[in-house]
């Protein structure tokens, strides 16, 4: 079960942190918690994480740390749409970009074990078929996936080979700013 905790911030405004604990033989073995704007987010943020815990072995996983490690950049996509959007909604070319992603071989790929040159060919082949302002938006959303990845999708990940890929890519004429 869930418990809720309300905070008041210092402009006057209210957060709300949902805390998940789970004992054994009266020891803590797993807790998980995440901070929202309003009550409501908190509650169903809890009631979805608790249904997933839930299922045969993903608590387990969890205690161990295993259920981050093997998540696809796919699947990790996909808890991107469920945490993040609620939070912070986007258009809908995001949404068809990200889906766009999600489907590609890059997709398939083990999120904790993505490398920069991994985001280059994917960032590379998608120039092939669009201009070099368009896939700076892909590079953009997966910078913004994997930038939340560890600490609100629970997943680890290399978060400097984004920056290597970001450094390297104008360089090889594969990304650019609108309009250059």
Not at 138 to 158: N, P, Q, S, T
Request: hydrophobic share 35%; with cysteine.
């Amino acid at each position: 079960m869930a418990s809720f905790r309300k905070r008041e911030k210092a402009g006057g405004s209210f957060s709300y942190t949902a805390y998940l604990r789970y004992k054994r033989k009266g020891k803590m073995v797993y807790t998980e918690s995440e901070t929202f704007p309003k009550k409501k987010l908190a509650e169903v943020w809890a009631a979805k994480r608790e249904a997933q815990l839930s299922e045969l072995g993903a608590l387990e996983r969890a205690i161990s740390g295993l259920e981050s490690n093997s998540m696809t950049v796919g699947e990790l996509i996909d808890r991107y749409f469920v945490e993040v959007f609620p939070l912070k909604p986007w258009w809908r070319s995001k949404t068809d970009t990200l889906k766009q992603i999600k489907n590609s071989e890059f997709g398939q790929l083990a999120a904790s074990t993505v490398k920069a040159s991994d985001i280059i060919t994917h960032c590379r082949k998608w120039n092939e078929r669009s201009s070099s302002s368009t896939t700076m938006q892909h590079y953009i959303y997966i910078k913004g996936v994997f930038g939340v990845a560890a600490e609100l999708l629970r997943c680890e990940v290399d978060y400097s080979q984004i920056d290597v890929a970001q450094r390297t890519m104008p360089k090889l004429g594969i990304i650019s700013k609108a309009g250059s």
